[in-house]
């Protein structure tokens, strides 16, 4: 069973403080790797893509990939209380004419003012 | 600027009625069409996917169905609703050259 597991939280962090959030996945051969925001009762959005072992800085936001532990984070400094929402972790692998992309069931953040 | 639309917004059905939800995506042709549905505090459950007209994929068995009757349209339908039916139904497409899925408004059934 390919899967895609977070923490579930919450995680709460205090404004101005670093949130580190978590994911894991089983597939090896899983290509590219997603960070996305959904606010309640919102759609998700894309926060980060990265596709290289390594470290991907946007902004306040970096994404770490390390293929080997199959282990992908995301990091974000200086909080927000415009933050607080859950952080979806997505995989995508190669199938027969496009990718297809496993969610995981997404870690809630709480940016305390 | 590539562009997703989804309807309606909001949706309440009695259980046994038929299901119609729509998605077009603009300014892009030939993208993959993705339905998924979010169960309340859920993560986002794959139902259809679809890489061009009249080709679905079906990743979970159960009393929906899908159809891509042209390019950029992509429908979710169900004869007779179930209660466990309700949920967050989002549309999406995806950037094949980098693999990034981007998602409509999203519709919320309640199925009563």
């Known amino acids: 069973q390919k899967e895609v597991e977070q923490n579930s939280g919450p995680l709460s962090v205090p404004e101005g403080a670093i949130a580190s959030l978590n994911c894991t996945y089983s597939d090896r051969v899983s290509q590219s790797f997603f960070w996305y925001r959904q606010y309640s009762g919102k759609s998700p959005e894309l926060i980060m893509s990265i596709y290289s072992n390594g470290d991907k800085e946007d902004g306040r936001f970096t994404a770490q990939l390390n293929k080997a532990s199959q282990y992908v984070s995301l990091l974000i400094r200086d909080s927000q209380p415009s933050d607080s929402a859950t952080y979806l972790c997505a995989v995508a692998e190669e199938r027969t004419g496009g990718f297809k992309t496993i969610f995981g069931a997404g870690t809630r953040l709480f940016v305390k003012a | 600027s590539q562009t997703i639309h989804q309807w309606p917004a909001t949706l309440v059905q009695p259980v046994g009625s038929p299901l119609s939800l729509e998605c077009t995506v603009e300014?892009?042709?030939?993208?993959?069409l993705y339905w998924y549905r979010q169960a309340a505090g859920r993560g986002l459950q794959l139902l259809f996917y679809s890489v061009g007209i009249g080709q679905i994929s079906s990743e979970v068995p159960q009393n929906l169905s899908a159809s891509r009757p042209q390019d950029r349209q992509f429908i979710l339908s169900s004869k007779k609703l179930l209660l466990s039916d309700s949920g967050f139904y989002l549309c999406a497409w995806t950037s094949l050259a980098k693999n990034i899925q981007y998602f409509g408004a999203g519709t919320r059934l309640s199925v009563l």
């Open positions: 300014g892009t042709s030939n993208p993959n």
